[in-house]
């Protein structure tokens, strides 16, 4: 059900108990695969809510079901017994490392109630120390208390390749990484991460990137790309990195959508797709720019994440339930309308509820325009085109796009007073969801995982450490470049994958770093690159389609953020067999192919190819391998080439 490290059972052994602070890892995972169907959020039979510590002590409807230190006298340790009766679950039978952990867990409870539990600060990392230091301050002091020996430091060839497919969504060309190695500096490393930190390519790729975060796959979410690209979303986006716009100037960009003339018109876009789904626009701006998902919420309470109630999702969808679409002479926009939106929803019960304006922890909104109010010029900043006003416009079923001179702006915003909630420094978890999605971007694996699950279900793996980063996030004025280089430059990012310990630490300790697939971005460019296709200063690839390239490695290899990564046999058929790949070897402009047939042996051939696809040297068994498949005659070194790039190693960021 759960996994434990060696040297966390080594502790439970010699102790013989587990405490309060142990319910995230090990109890809580118990109750949410066994009991919160019945005892969560959509039900909570006999009064029992099994979602969270603080609930569990607030006991059933019966009172207390457990005694603080003792597991014979608690009810709930009881009932989970073989032959109890009743006995929970009633159809199945915790096995005896769960039931053990429980009765461990409560035995080693204090007699009065802990608050106290693993998603809280429990040490202080300087405020003295630059953040790359705090980052490795706040994990090598975990490694030390937890005894894990971290990786030694990559090698230089590993780093320059990880570090151009993060940074720039290619792996260096044979020249790039000559260029670095040769390099006598001891500050070289810094000197690559800040000159690729400000290329083109950066640029461009962080947009491609945050468009698949921000509005998902165009594959995946079966969405026009051209439509993206003419309503100058990409254009917003790669201008947002270049210029290094502030991350909580974005948010407001994307969810007020009353953007300037020019380049950030496109950050309408955010909105505008959604074509007036208000439930999708608030599941939209809660999963990638909160890291919470709400939909869960829809029908009931979260089943896992009490926090989270149904009133949470509906207020969500309410501050957006008066946004339309519509068309200006400045290009979309999505306007809002002054009245309306006062919506009612049902919980299980079927007993109705008004939807309030509400975020996630915080106290609800009132505003003075009730259902009664008539939309009128007055409620609105300055006077709306008549068009506006048009009955037709008003009750259109279905979507519809409005024409008007300009996107009208209420006097009161319900989608401004979301934006002086969520986006402010007073919100610490908005700061905290951009860094850790950027954390898992470069590393991995976010600190909370899944990335978009940042809720007391999934808590921290190093919550001092989120926190930290988050607070310097939001005091360098929401610096996006700042952080990337400060991950980049801390001693972490710079560990090897490999693992020398017998027993092998779990992801989360970030001990050594994880491998991790390439972005379908990365993967395309690499690809070029490998056959000897070099972009120009601007990024731009010539003689070749690169954006066919991507777009069919996009539709194949979506995932960002992949839970597990599970490569499968319909992406390995496709890179074997993939006619727009085999073009690339076959062309007469594969320039890798050339330099690679004008060596003297096949030995050296072989030599050649690692290092031109792979960046680094054979060992001995794979140019004996490698020699032997080429005695085949014409044809092998084709093949053997493809075969180096379809591989797991290509594929895979180390």
Known sequence: MFRINFYIVTIILAQGSLSADDWDTDIAPIFQSNCVKCHGGAKKKGGLDLRSYKSLLEGAESGPVIVHGSAEESELFRVVLKGSDPHMPPKDQLDEKNINDLRLWIDGLKKEPVGQNKSSPKFEIPEDISLEKAIDFALNKFWSEQGIEPSSNSSDEVFCRRVYLDVIGR???IDEVNHFLLAKSPNKRETLIDELLM????????AEIFNAILLGRESVKKKDRSEREKNGWLDYLEWVFRTNRPWDLVAKDLVLSRPNEGVESGSSWFLFEQKNDHSEMAKLTMSTLLGKRIEC???HDHPVAPEIEQRHYWGMVSFFNRSIN???NKGMRVAERATGGHSKYADLSGKSHSSELVLLGNEPIKENIDASHKDHSDLYVSVPSKEWFEKKNKDKKGYHLIKVD????PKFSRRQKLIDLAFSDKNSSFAEAFVNRVWALLLGRGIVHPVNLMDSAHPPSHPELLQRMGRDFANSGYNIRKLIRSILMSRTYHLSSYVSAKVKPLPQTFSYHIIKPISAEAFSKSILIAMGYYPDEHGEFKNVDAEKLRREFAAKFPDLFPEVYSPTVQQALYLSNNKTVE??????????LSIIEKQDSDINKVRESFKLILGREPDPEEIKVGSKFLERGPGS???FCWALVSGSEFRMNR
């Open 297 to 299: 919420a829809q029908c």
């Open 326 to 328: 519509v068309q200006t």
């Open 406 to 409: 300009d996107a009208p702006v």
């Open 637 to 639: 070194l084709k093949h």
């Open 583 to 592: 073009e690339l070897f076959i062309s007469d402009d594969n320039r890798t």
């Open 199 to 206: 290329r083109n390519e950066h640029f461009s790729y962080m």
């Open 171 to 173: 792996i260096p060309s």
